[in-house]
T-cell receptor, first 109, second 115 residues
Framework: GENVEQHPSTLSVQEGDSAVIKCTYS??????FPWYKQELGKRPQLIID?????GEKKDQRIAVTLNKTAKHFSLHITETQPEDSAVYFC????????FGAGTRLAVHP | NAGVTQTPKFQVLKTGQSMTLQCAQD?????MSWYRQDPGMGLRLIHY???????DQGEVPNGYNVSRSTTEDFPLRLLSAAPSQTSVYFC??????????????FGNGTRLTVT
């Protein structure tokens, strides 16, 4: 079955810097790759997603890139702000959504 | 439109007790799923369903049962609770359109403690 690995597990940046989180997946049949943000005590919320027929997608300060040959995809957050501090999860879906273990991002003012 | 509704929000069980976590959605989503979230472990898939009458195992199905008699409801049953099942449980659904490639909608979660 699908296995998703996510790195790093924790990430600390200064406000205004960029943050990059990387994920790899194992099942070549996976064709959908969403990213979720989870604030403390809340449910995960979708922030961006990409499908396998697209290599890159951008939404304001957030972008996701996908390399299907290498089976990895990445989340890029530019101009980080303190409110970006949260846990971020990647996921991959062949026919069910499997999540990575999460990255705790801390943005320091 | 309430989205995905989970009950209860909190539950404390003794080892060996059984209970059912309820999940209902009003978006006519065919796909529904249950995850557990433990500290540092991310979201692990317990069971999922691609439509009424169809269920399948996820990554960590042992100790849990599910059924899908209607499109709206997807209850999760703990047969004999164990301390290792202490966790936060999330129910989630999505619109399939023939494939699992659209956003997952999460409920607010159930925090379960087994003593």
């Amino acid at each position: 079955g699908e296995n998703v690995e996510q790195h790093p597990s924790t990430l600390s940046v200064q406000e205004g810097d960029s943050a990059v989180i990387k994920c790899t997946y194992s099942d070549s049949a996976s064709n959908y790759f969403p990213w979720y943000k989870q604030e403390l005590g809340k449910r995960p919320q979708l922030i961006i997603d990409i499908r396998s027929n697209v290599g890159e997608k951008k939404d304001q300060r957030i972008a996701v890139t996908l390399n299907k040959t290498a089976k990895h995809f990445s989340l890029h957050i530019t101009e980080t702000q303190p409110e970006d501090s949260a846990v971020y999860f990647c996921a991959a879906s062949p026919n069910k959504l499997i999540f990575g273990a999460g990255t705790r991002l801390a943005v320091h003012p | 439109n309430a989205g995905v509704t989970q009950t209860p929000k909190f539950q404390v069980l003794k080892t060996g007790q059984s209970m059912t976590l309820q999940c209902a959605q009003d978006m006519n989503h065919e796909y529904m799923s249950w995850y557990r979230q433990d500290p540092g472990m991310g979201l692990r898939l317990i069971h999922y369903s691609v439509g009424a009458g169809i269920t399948d195992q996820g990554e960590v199905p042992n100790g849990y049962n599910v059924s899908r008699s209607t499109t709206e409801d997807f209850p999760l049953r703990l047969l004999s609770a164990a301390p290792s099942q202490t966790s936060v449980y999330f129910c989630a659904s999505l619109e399939t359109n023939g494939a699992v490639n659209s956003p997952l909608h999460f409920g607010n979660g159930t925090r379960l403690t087994v003593t």
